[in-house]
């Protein structure tokens, strides 16, 4: 398991490289799936790091959980 010291270390420098890039980057790199990824992993970190709580966490403002929920649920029905 990581400490929370190399967690931190990790999502600052990726929170850095965000922050440059919405300042500055070009829009076709913003809107890649790669930056959408990267912006998803400092979200997880934050979360992990307990500054994004649980309920925030899986709400519809980032995770969205209960809409996935409800497509597993269909799948299930329709392939299970």
């Known amino acids: ?17 965000v922050e440059v890039m919405m300042e500055y980057g070009p829009e076709e790199d913003i809107d890649s799936h790669s930056f959408a990824f990267l912006c998803n992993v400092v979200d997880t970190l934050n979360w992990v790091l307990g500054e994004i709580t649980t309920e925030r966490f899986i709400s519809p403002d980032f995770l969205d959980l209960d809409s ?10 329709d392939f299970l």
């Open 1 to 17: 398991m990581r400490s929370s010291i190399e967690i931190e270390r990790m999502r600052d420098i990726l929170k850095s490289v």
């Open 68 to 77: 996935w929920l409800k497509v597993e649920r269909k799948l299930r029905e």
